[in-house]
């Protein structure tokens, strides 16, 4: 599924890092079928992770200053901070043990849909030497759209694992990937990640 005009080159482990994006418990439950996408994500983690590369978790969830400094203006997260949701000691705020971080892992908290935006994520990418970025995570028209967006504006190579993400309405899921992504990510699927990596 990756753009007939730009193809997927080797990829170096060493420079590379697979973000998991909001699989967390309070966002997992709203696709059918989770546990299978988890698995599959699961697997590229432990694909990566043994070939020397990095991995990323990005969550969202906020604290009481987080909330006071969302401005009316925000249509979607004014609302998140005027019900208090998604408090960051939270159990719904937490990552799915199915895929918990391991020591040395990258972790950081967000408070908006894309894992860049407002998190330091860009700065630990940078200092690791990480010049492509894998991309997982639910939903796919929120955080994983957002985090594309911004990474591919950062010159990093993106890539998007089709069977990684998942979104409530597979009619936008489908679009993205197969007619807006690959104008600015190369998008695959997690076996062909699996054996691009056992080459590398």
């Known amino acids: ?27 997992a439950g709203m696709i059918p079928d989770v546990g299978t996408l988890i698995e599959r994500v699961k697997g590229a983690i432990s694909a990566l992770r043994a070939a020397g590369g990095t991995i990323g978790y990005v969550r969202v969830a906020f ?18 901070a005027a019900a208090k ?9 937490q990552i799915d043990e199915r895929i918990a971080p391991e020591d040395g892992d990258i972790v950081v908290r967000k408070i908006r849909f894309g894992g860049i935006s407002t998190t330091d994520l860009h700065q630990q990418l940078t200092d ?8 997982t995570g639910i939903s796919t028209s ?8 911004d990474a591919a504006d950062r010159d990093y190579r993106v890539i998007v694992l ?25 998008v695959i699927d997690t076996a062909t990640l699996e054996g691009l990596l056992r080459t590398a």
């Open 128 to 135: 690791r030497g990480i010049d492509t970025v894998i991309l």
């Open 162 to 186: 089709s069977d990684g993400v998942a979104d409530p309405a597979a009619q936008v899921n489908e679009v993205l990937l197969n007619e807006v992504f690959p104008s600015r990510a190369h």
């Open 85 to 93: 949701m998604m408090h960051h000691e939270d159990a719904i705020t």
């Open 63 to 80: 604290t009481e200053d987080d909330w006071a400094a969302v401005p009316e203006t925000n249509k979607t997260f004014s609302g998140v």
């Open 142 to 149: 929120g955080v994983v759209l957002s985090t594309l967006i």
């Open 1 to 27: 599924m990756t753009s007939p005009t730009s193809p997927l080159p080797a990829i170096d482990p060493r420079r590379t890092a697979l973000l998991a994006m909001d699989f967390q418990n309070g966002i």
